[in-house]
């Protein structure tokens, strides 16, 4: 058995619906890393177009190639990190499965690392040399802010914080891992911000490439997870943007409450009780549309799932609300001053819906 190495190199490859560019990645990989010992770890969420199989099938032949299928579970972020996490290689490194990174940077990438004059190495489309050429127009100015912010507000210093291409000391990764968010798109910006400025950062440039089979994952909805990871980052993980959300969604909802009581008194014309209660109904599930659209994007609840949700969220509103107007009596009780009882009781109301909806409505699976 002495031909057996093990790896130097671990690549993670994040993929979800990448079927068609498997066996293209795995031999650019091959002619790459030739004279390295490395290996590939696919990590796939259980992809519809079993990704997955065309990745085993490969790897039944080729012991460098293996397969991390994960079930009931999605993201970019966790995918990577899970990656990393199951290799002992003593460097990794994350490149997309669709063929928009350029492997043949690998090598360079990897002999910043062994030759210790970085703990991470970026590959940048913003340095000379590198470039996003393949993104419309939108897309680059929409990037490019959002670099901006990053530097600015984490204090980040590399030039593209946002890559999804970089290689990384495993030993410096896996003392980051436990405080990184398993949540949306954004792992380097994550560990950039997580490590606080102790990584060595060399940057690598390279060409952004375009997509020639399937489609981007990407949605507008990355906008959030990026709001998200800032805001997380600035505050200590103190204030989580579902939080916010959740909060804003619950403000919406008293103009709802509002509008539909006038609705049910003028239009319709209920009694005060019924029309009060009408409205408080709608406007319960309107904060459930909302919340189940944006706020637990994410988890989203659907067909069987998303009614029970909802019956599950008009009781835990309802006990919210009894827990809001006992604390607003109690504070006032104390000290007559109807502003401070009522936003006591608001925020009781608002934590205690939050806590529960996490709890009972979108729990984790
Ligand atoms: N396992 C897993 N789970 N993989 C995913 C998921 C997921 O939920 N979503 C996307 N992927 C995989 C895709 O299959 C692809 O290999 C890679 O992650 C990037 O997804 P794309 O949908 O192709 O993203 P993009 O091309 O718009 O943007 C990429 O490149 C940018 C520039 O480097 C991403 O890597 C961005 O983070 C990056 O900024
Ligand atoms: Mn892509």
């Known amino acids: 058995m002495t031909d057996l190495v093990s790896p130097q190199l671990s690549v993670i490859v994040p993929s979800f619906n990448e079927r068609g560019n498997v066996a293209a990645l ?18 796939d969420d259980n992809s519809p177009d079993g990704t997955w199989k065309a990745v085993k099938q490969i790897a039944a032949a080729d012991p460098r190639v293996r397969c991390l299928r994960r079930v009931g579970r999605r993201g970019l ?6 990656g990393i996490l199951a290799s002992s290689a003593p460097y990794a490194a994350v490149i997309d499965a669709d063929l928009q990174h350029d492997e043949t940077k690998l090598a360079d990438m990897l002999s910043a690392l062994r030759e210790d004059r970085a703990d991470l190495v970026i590959g940048s489309r913003y340095i000379g040399g590198g470039s996003a050429d393949s993104f419309d127009r939108a897309r680059m100015g929409i990037s490019l802010a959002a670099t901006q912010i990053a530097k600015k507000l984490l204090r ?6 946002m890559s999804g291409f970089f290689m990384v000391r495993r030993d410096r990764f896996e003392g980051l891992a436990p405080k990184l968010s398993v949540h949306g798109f954004k792992i380097l910006l994550d560990v950039l911000a997580t490590a606080k400025g102790t990584l060595r950062v060399v940057e690598v440039p390279y060409v952004f490439g375009s997509r020639v089979h399937g489609e981007s994952k990407l949605d507008s909805m990355v906008a959030l997870d990026f709001l998200g ?5 600035l505050t200590g993980d103190l204030v989580s943007l579902r939080f916010l959300l959740f909060a804003s969604v619950g403000a919406l909802g008293l103009i709802v409450h509002l509008v ?5 008194l003028n239009a319709i014309g209920l009694d005060f009780g019924r029309a009060q209660a009408s409205a408080a ?27 029970r949700g909802l019956l599950l969220f008009y009781f835990v509103c309802s006990v919210g609300l009894l827990a809001n107007v006992g604390v607003a009596f109690s504070v006032y009780d104390n000290e007559p001053v109807w502003w401070l009882a009522g936003i006591a009781g608001a925020v009781m109301g608002a934590v205690w819906n939050y806590a529960m909806s996490g709890l009972l409505v979108w729990k984790r699976r």
């Open 260 to 264: 539909a009581l006038y609705f049910f």
């Open 26 to 43: 795995v031999a650019k990989l091959d002619a790459a890393l030739k004279g390295i010992a490395w290996e590939v770890i696919y990590v």
């Open 77 to 82: 972020s966790g995918a990577c990190i899970e």
């Open 281 to 307: 109904l709608t406007a319960m599930t309107s904060n459930f549309f909302l919340n189940n659209f944006l706020t637990y994007r994410d988890q989203r609840l659907k067909g069987f799932a998303f009614v």
């Open 229 to 233: 990871l800032v805001l997380a980052k």
């Open 156 to 161: 980040i210093e590399a030039s593209d914080p």
